[in-house]
């Protein structure tokens, strides 16, 4: 699953463009996960201040 | 807010800022919604613009002109700087502006054309009907409504969600996608007449970070990096926090910002049956200097020409909307984005090394005219047992 810290986000709307499953929404000044997200960790990788963390449980 | 328009806008920045007031002022009745609360804000720009680029849309105006610029310096890796004056840069260099208020300007232009403009209202899907997209359906403060048009033009920015939902693929890869951060600094001491450009690996790699004044000083310090190169420890902000700390240890940063430049091709194609697709969200930002601000103009305002003449003629298929498309692929800015890319992909494969050999080429010369054509054909004669690899750059060319 994903993790979204909204204490380190900048809302930038960086991890919405790159995700291959158009799972992630920045709503008005916070991101949100909409739909089904298949952790590939893209998002992760591009966040400007690495507010996304994939969370693989046990 | 209406529930019917000949024009419906989704995104509030400059691309939809200029379809709008294109829009209106041809006549047709117009929406422009933004998702925010505000127009302009949270800012997601380091807020550089040519100025001949700038004067084609406004009359420049000190209200939202924090800087205006005579020289843009490129820092090398070794230090090597190359000085590029503004009788030469011509359209490289030019002005930085205060977007919350410039964004705030362009939407009131296109309110007084006579768009309707709403805000914190977001665009959650198109409305389709046999494939082609008849409006949006929107949540407007909360409130579930929708709100149909002849033609939707989707100016969403980065994020880019109108036109992937109507069926176009919009996602970025993420090797072409610059992560940036910028803080907003001030109490420093720069050249308050220079925009500076610092590249290398171990500064911005893949990207460059930017020195843009806002004030005597004050500026905006921000990077891009290569989305693959964004990792724990190795982010935007990273790199950003050690040049600060090196440069401006004692400025005081009162802005933070973050944001995602695209410098992949264009979408394959900007429209679809009722659809149009224009600034950012079309991926018409430069890929080698990351702008995005005049483009975004430019093709807002272009797609609300042609709306405008499709809605006259009352066809707005695909096909109908196309002289769009094919428009700014022809036109100087689609040349220009063709060349720069080819010449983005090519300085991305340079080493340190290879940089800064590059720079110490051509740091004393005096270019009669300065663009990146004439940059090129320079670092070519200067550069002879460079030539193979120089091809690809030489091709962006012809």
Redesign the interface.
Known sequence: MLRINRDKC???????????E?AL?????YLSLERECIACG?CA??????ALEVVHEE | MKSNYDILIVGGGPAGALAAKTAAEAGNSVCLIEKRPAIGTPVRCAEGIGKELLREFIKPDPRWISAEIERARLIAPNGTTISLEQDRAGNEVGYVLDRKVFDRELVWQAAEAGADVVVKTRATAPILANGAVRGAKVLSVGTPAEIRADVVIAADGTEAQFARRAGLDTTVPLREMMSCAQYLITDIDIDAGSTDFYLGNEVAPEGYLWVFPKGERTANVGIGISGRKSRDGTRAKDYLDRFVAKNFPDGKTIECIAGGVPVCRPLPCTVGDGLMVVGDAARVVDPLTGGGIGNAMFTGRLAARVASECISAGNCSKEALMPYDAGWRASRMGKFLERNYKVKEYFVTLDDRKLNTLADSIANISLKEFSVSALIKELIKRNPKMLFELKSLKDALS
Not at chain 1, 25 to 29: G, Q
Not at chain 1, 45 to 50: E, I, L, Q, S, T
Request: glycine content about 12%; aromatic content about 8%; proline content about 8%.
């Open positions: 900048g809302y930038c709307g960086t991890c919405v463009a790159v995700c291959p158009d929404e920045l709503i008005d000044a893209i990788r591009a966040c400007p201040f690495g």
